[in-house]
């Protein structure tokens, strides 16, 4: 059982046959219409290989337009499709669940505009985030947010899921950053939100139900966001405590004392470390004089490189003297700086090296967060270890169970015991990562039903099949 949710195929979509594939060569050329078998192999299987569609068709449009069209005809055939960025994401929505046609959104990848007074970026939707963050360090800018998979997802991908990151905890979530948006209905209608005004209060907001909706009302085609300018003061500790108590009192602390300069606050446990230095090649511990109980990354951006610094240090020194951190360095460069980003971005590949992982993005108080680690470690006993890490400074656990290879009993001991102790703490099931399939039929551990029921009145078509 790698993915428990079993659902049927809609008997009311149709089946894609010879005809729509000449019609999609016709609207976009041979060479954007691809049926080659290792490519749509590729496109059928997510980014943890635990999901697998069995598409025949993906289409990749290189204009507004042409995703108009698309969506048009595959609305009035009745072909089912499902929207693809990056393909990063992690709970099973990137890929078909049947034989979705595929709208792979890559070729939509040219910047438009930056202005450089605002520092408003608008750029289509398959521009992938760390072109993006690289075209803006040219101009003075970084991107408000920044994640493990910033080589291979797509700001529409981002905006899509609602993505939250590295940098939430200083620049804020997406539903902020992003001015406006260009998105096309299931019925092929072109709906342009794409502003680019930090105020505009001419009724609905329409472009925030876009944001986090992961291609349920349609496909997002371009973005303008806002980009905070590039500050030359950046600074990155990384830090031993003890017990999960001193981590979330060095939070408080660092907000507190910090404030204005604080960019983030990660943390990783010791199974999360060790499972690092075991599966990721050139993996170091920064600190390796003895394990330690958890370890924390605190980042600083400001612009003034002496005050930060010296900032930094003495909230560090009197965290050490006052017993919160047993250990600590700072990065010396950059290179050093990105060795231990390194070690808290990899997890997640360390995870998939391990074997097999069962993964859940919880948002939960912070007081409570690691309590349900601990439980959980008794639940699994000898049978999965568990791992812990996440965005601290936002109270966003990535709790990861992995073991040698899927299995129902595993799955057992984790589901829905995990649901209902985060719907019980008034937590949520998905922190930043969606529903997608994985999930989409858990949303009433954090959605009330009234809540759920009222969407589907304003979607015109439900295009997924979840
Ligand atoms: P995809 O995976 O291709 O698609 C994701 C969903 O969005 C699917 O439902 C898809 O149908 C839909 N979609 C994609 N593009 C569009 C579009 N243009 N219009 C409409 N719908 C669309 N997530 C976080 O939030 N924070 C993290 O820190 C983080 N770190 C990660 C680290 C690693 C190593 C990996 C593998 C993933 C991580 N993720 C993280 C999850 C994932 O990367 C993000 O969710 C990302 O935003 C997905 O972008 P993508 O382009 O890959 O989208
Ligand atoms: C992360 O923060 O590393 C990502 O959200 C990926 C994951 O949860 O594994
Ligand atoms: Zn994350």
New binding site residues.
Partial sequence: GSAATVIERNTSFSTLNSDDVSYFKELLGEKSVVEDEDVLLTANT???RKYKGSSKLLLQPKTTHEVSQILKYCNSRCLPV??????????G???PVFDEVI?N?GS?NNIISLDKVSGILVCE??C??ENLISFLDNHGFIMP?????KG???????????????R?VRYGSLHGTVLGLE?VLANGDVIDMLGTLRKDNTGYDLKHL?IG?????????KVSILTPPKLSSVNLAFLACEDYFSCQKLLVEAKRRLGDILSAFEFLDNQSMDLVLNHLEGARNPLPSSMHNFYVLIETTGSDESYDKEKLEAFLLSSMEGGLISDGVLAQDINQASSFWRIR?GV??ALMKAGAVYKY?LSIPVEKMYDLVVEMRIRMGQIARVIAYG?LGDGNLHLNISAPQYDDTILAQIEPYVYEWTSEHKGSIS????L?LMKANKIFYSKSPETVQFLPLLRTCRA?EH
Wanted: proline share 3%.
């Fill in positions: 997510d980014w943890m499902v929207p693809q960025g990056g393909n990063t994401g992690l709970v929505g990137s890929v709208i959104m939509m939707a398959g992938i985030l947010l920044d994640l493990g998979a291979s997802c797509q700001i529409g991908g981002n905006v899509s899921t609602n993505a939250g990151g590295l939430l998105a876009f909706s992961e291609g349920s009302l349609g496909i997002v085609t971005e997640p590949e993005d965005h922190a930043e990562h969606g997608g997924r």
